[in-house]
């Protein structure tokens, strides 16, 4: 059925998707026009609860609102910002300058289940610290002339304590991000919520919902190492937190390396290495012998008798193991005798090499915020942002998410830019190949900052500059090293993996966003009023704007990663059409003003390859022709 969505240039619509998922598990639920029917849906839910008025439930002002803010599609575009990239072709990592939300919605498709894990620091609530407010799509100063069309940045609100919405304003927020956020995790993924005391019970709740309660993985204490004072009659704060929710019950949480007070346990030695044991007997008040019957018999000692797993008069325990498994382990030399009070007593081995250990809630063992500050002092000569996290934190986020394998991590409050640089350091230190999506709004900087003296005008300038210092830092001391891999044919190598592309958020290609239906009309002629304003507003769309750009947004919108690349077909003598591919999708594009009739020929003849062109391009009989043929892998835009 042909709408108005079909024209305009949007990213994915979630309100749409999840509708159509409910209509194909439910049809029963909608009417014949395809309309969901509210009575029948009150009829699968439980008949006696629909007249009750109280439930528990977290509600706040807004948050419908910003409810419907995540799931409504964008008819915003990425381009790609090439003076501000390092080593675009040599690396996957993207930094994306402009509102996380829209950016989010923008990347939901592409990179849908595709990011192993979050991190966000948001703007913690104090009274002094800002609000998103949403401005994007709110009738106040446009974005658009608080950025890209000023270049001065954006100017985001400050959320005083004394406004009633103090708390919603926040919970708005969070609330949209996160619930746009969840779509971009595998379901084995995982995400870490940096906050503080003044929202983290109602971020508890919120997230509760967006993720499930049951996928609540931890609330970590983390050391900040200062102490902030909260007034005269309140204690100072040590402490930040960080909360965790997995996607689904999928993700696994990962060990994190010993301190060097865990190796010392490791005290006795044999041909495999350091090693410290574990009694095999088990006991417990759950963990009886008639309890597990199977683990409880005799053990062979090195004298010939034999020894049981008995506890203290008038109580029996149990092995830990089985006859079977404890004859694999005794043949695996993993079994230790040891006389104790003139008894024999039976151990098992657990060797140093390789091992981990669970990590705790409280995270005493990062320096804090001071380290944080001292590495940005080691890139800036100048203190140019004031609450930066430290690598260590991040890095350490990885080693209990990432499991050992390559993946994506992603940060919509980027910041001073930390999550980047302890990437590139981790992936160093581990011989690891973590790609990173970093958003920042360019939230302009306060003309008495240390940071805008020294230039930096907006916050994701600092973003970038930091990571581009990290990426030279690291190629200077690769310079250094023997053998220098600059110095021959390896050069690519040396660098591989130590950039990063830019983009930014900016006003779709298409004219035809701006364009508004008449409400008095109906969507027949709303639609064709649209074609013909679509006529006049694009019909030298190909020559007025960047290829480059235009191509990035139609593929992006078509659900392709940022790290897209192309290849002219050179088989085509009529039109200009490249091959696109993101490792996973691929298609043919044309940007031409006209595609010729040779060119149509050819898809008719190859029905199996994918198409995309301008819909200006196309008369109505080669229009007829592409859809005829090819169906659903043709697309005009």
């Known amino acids: 059925m042909e709408n108005l969505n079909n024209y305009m240039p949007l990213s994915n619509d979630w309100n749409e998707e999840r509708l159509t998922k409910l209509k194909d598990l439910f049809p029963d639920l909608f009417t014949n026009e395809g309309n969901l029917n509210f009575e029948e849906l009150k009829k699968v839910i439980d008949p006696q609860s629909l007249t009750e008025t109280e439930r528990f439930e977290f509600r706040w002002f807004g948050k419908s609102q910003s409810k419907r803010n995540a799931y409504t599609p964008t008819n915003a575009t990425l381009i790609f910002d090439e003076t501000r990239s390092v080593n675009p072709t040599e690396s996957e990592n993207i930094i994306i300058e402009g509102e996380n939300l829209e950016v989010l919605k923008l990347l939901s498709n592409s990179y849908r289940e595709k990011v192993k894990c979050i991190y966000i620091d948001p703007p913690y609530n104090t009274g002094k610290d800002f609000v998103y407010s949403d401005n994007y799509t709110e009738d106040k100063k446009p974005y658009w002339e608080q950025t890209g069309v000023t270049e001065n940045g954006f100017r985001i609100d400050t959320n005083i304590e004394s406004d009633g919405r103090f708390h919603s304003n926040w919970l708005d927020m969070i609330y949209s991000r996160l619930l746009i956020a969840r779509t971009l995790l595998k379901p084995e993924g995982v995400i870490f919520i940096s906050i503080d005391d003044n929202e983290i019970h109602h971020l508890r709740k919120l997230c509760d919902e967006v993720f499930g309660e049951e996928n609540f993985i931890g609330c970590i204490a983390r050391a900040t190492g200062t102490t902030t004072a909260q007034g005269t009659n309140s204690m100072g704060k040590s402490f930040d937190y960080l909360l965790v929710y997995s996607k689904t019950s999928n993700f696994q949480v990962g060990g994190i390396s010993l301190t060097d007070k865990d190796i010392l346990r490791y005290n006795l030695e044999d041909d495999k290495g350091k090693f410290s044991i574990l009694q095999l007997r088990r006991t417990g008040g759950e963990d009886r012998r008639e309890d597990r019957p199977s683990m409880y018999f005799g053990i062979e000692t090195p004298d010939g008798k034999k020894v049981f797993p008995t ?327």
């Open 311 to 637: 506890g203290p008069t008038g109580y029996e325990s149990r092995w830990r193991v089985g006859p079977k498994k404890f004859q694999e382990m005794k043949e695996d030399d993993l079994i230790f005798f040891k006389v104790e009070d003139g008894k024999w007593t039976v151990y098992f081995k657990y060797y140093l090499e390789g091992r981990t250990k669970r990590p705790s809630n409280l995270w005493t063992d990062i320096e804090g915020n001071k380290k944080a500050q001292i590495e940005m002092k080691a890139l800036f000569d100048e203190k140019v942002f004031d609450t930066p996290k430290p690598t260590d934190l991040i890095k350490k986020i990885l080693q209990i998410s990432t499991n050992g394998e390559n993946e994506i991590i992603l940060d919509f409050f980027a910041g001073s830019g930390t999550t980047g640089q302890a990437i590139f350091d981790y992936n160093i230190q581990e011989g690891s190949d973590h790609k990173f999506i970093l958003i920042q709004l360019p939230e302009v900087i306060n003309v008495n900052d240390e940071a805008y003296r020294v230039g930096f005008k907006k916050i994701s300038d600092i973003t970038i500059e930091r990571n581009k210092r990290v990426v030279e830092r690291i190629i200077k001391q690769k310079k250094e090293e023997q053998p220098n891999l600059f110095t021959n044919e390896h050069k690519e190598d040396a660098i591989k993996g130590f950039g990063f592309k830019v983009f930014k958020l900016v006003k779709s290609n298409f004219p035809r966003v701006e364009w508004a239906p008449d409400v008095d009309k109906t969507d027949e002629e709303n639609i064709a009023t649209l074609k013909q304003y679509i006529r006049d507003k694009e019909a030298q769309l190909v020559t007025v704007f960047n290829r480059d750009e235009l191509m990035t947004e139609i593929l992006l919108k078509r659900g392709f990663t940022l790290n897209y690349k192309t290849e002219k077909q050179e088989q085509f003598k009529n039109n200009e059409i490249f091959l696109a591919t993101d490792g996973i999708k691929e298609t043919l594009i044309c940007l031409d003003i006209s595609i010729d009739m040779e060119t149509v020929e050819y898809f008719k003849k190859h029905i199996d390859k994918k198409f995309i062109c301008i819909e200006r391009a196309l008369d109505t009989t080669k229009k007829y022709n592409l859809k005829h043929y090819m169906g659903d892998k043709f697309n005009a835009f």
